[in-house]
């Protein structure tokens, strides 16, 4: 895509800048690496409870979600749970973490912290990804835009061949961010500009022959070490259930709708803590009523059908928080369902995934 091609302003929603859905105004917060205290959880709760729709909507980069939010008083609420450290900078503070890794996890805050440093950085569009990948595969297949991949610096996930410390991750994530805002002209993305090697200029590093990675995208439900990984249904999390995770300890939101629990969580409130549980593969947009312009109640449909091969339902052709991993893609239109592009009437969609779930198993064995 050519930077000529944005021709509209990058309308991400945030704290200040929502969107206005058809169930009322929406905020997104953001949670750099996915990490957030038990305090900051239980003080979205509140905020869910008192100004909201009653629930923590996760979304694919590891953020919250509230929806419905037609009473004042966000923003004072995040900012007194350090949820705002840095109020210009708060639609692009897009970090991902793998989850799982000392170093990710580590670097995550760092990389926050000198973000918001840099006045210039606030400009950045609210579609701008970083990553940090420990090694494990997790995050690098997210579609970030620039990403360290225990050493790798990534570009809109291919490798560069530059091979960077983790003592200077962050500044090279930097210096790309402040590189793309010299030239990306209209562009959002990385992958829209014609090249990417003037953003590589004068940075240090060791060079290698570029690799091609593999990824390893998801996070283990159940028992992870001193940590439990669980997920709600949809990515909705009731406040409940938050208040329940909350009780055990701090948490991290992957981009993975899940979350991975710091602590002993006494009681699962509900929650996917199955590995095998069929829900877990499927992943749906917010569809009716809550979008003006989804065809369908997606969450409904989805949840009939029951267990599918790894598949997200969109309402419309913008396939919001559609999952970077392969997936079957599910697309509402006004009298049935395209499923991978080929037609499919509401009352065989079921049989359609399910025949494509034990042909994935199949293939699997």
């Known amino acids: 895509m050519s930077t000529s091609t944005r021709v509209r302003a990058d309308a991400c929603p945030g704290v200040f800048a929502t969107h206005d859905a058809a169930d009322g105004p929406l905020a997104r917060i953001?949670?750099?690496?996915?990490?957030?205290?038990?305090?900051?959880l239980g003080a979205l709760a509140d905020a869910a409870d008192d100004l909201g729709d009653g629930a923590l909507h996760l979304t694919s980069r590891g953020n919250i979600q509230l929806r419905g939010v037609t009473r004042p008083g966000l923003a004072a609420r995040l900012s007194a749970a350090g949820l705002l450290p840095s109020p210009p900078h708060e639609r692009v503070r897009n970090i991902l973490a793998s989850p799982l890794s000392d170093v990710a996890q580590r670097l995550a805050p760092a990389l926050d912290r000198a973000l918001c440093a840099v006045p210039e950085l606030a400009e950045l569009p609210g579609r701008f990804l970083f990553a940090l990948d420990g090694g494990r595969g997790d995050v690098a297949g997210e579609g970030a835009d620039v990403c360290w991949r225990d050493g790798a610096l990534l570009l809109d996930g291919a490798d560069t061949g530059l091979?960077?410390?983790?003592?200077h991750a962050v500044e090279t994530l930097i210096s790309v961010a402040r590189a793309f805002l010299r030239i990306r002209g209209t562009a959002w993305r990385i992958g829209e500009l014609p090249g990417t090697g003037p953003l590589l200029r004068d940075i240090p590093g060791e060079k290698e022959e570029p690799r091609v990675f593999d990824t390893n995208p998801g996070l283990p439900i159940g028992r992870i070490g001193d940590a439990f990984g669980v997920a709600p249904v949809f990515g909705r999390l009731t406040t409940g259930q938050a208040r329940?995770?909350?009780?055990?300890?701090?948490?991290?939101?992957?981009?993975?709708?899940s979350i991975l629990v710091l602590g002993t969580l006494d009681d699962d409130a509900g929650l996917i803590t199955d590995p095998d549980a069929p829900s877990l593969g499927i992943s749906a947009c917010i569809g009716r009523p809550g979008c003006a312009k989804s065809l369908a109640d997606v969450r409904a449909e989805a949840a009939r059908v029951g267990r599918t091969p790894m598949a997200h339902f969109a309402g419309c052709e913008r396939?919001?928080?559609?999952?970077?991993?392969e997936?079957?893609?599910v697309l509402a239109t006004e009298d049935g369902y395209l499923v991978d592009g080929a037609f499919v009437p509401v009352g065989e969609l079921a049989g359609t995934l399910a025949r494509k779930d034990s042909a994935e198993v199949k293939g699997q064995q």
């Open 30 to 40: 953001r949670l750099p690496g996915g990490a957030i205290t038990k305090d900051q």
């Open 327 to 329: 997936h079957v893609d």
């Open 163 to 167: 091979r960077v410390t983790a003592e």
């Open 244 to 257: 329940a995770i909350a009780k055990a300890g701090n948490a991290v939101v992957t981009p993975w709708r």
């Open 319 to 325: 396939r919001c928080g559609k999952p970077a991993r």
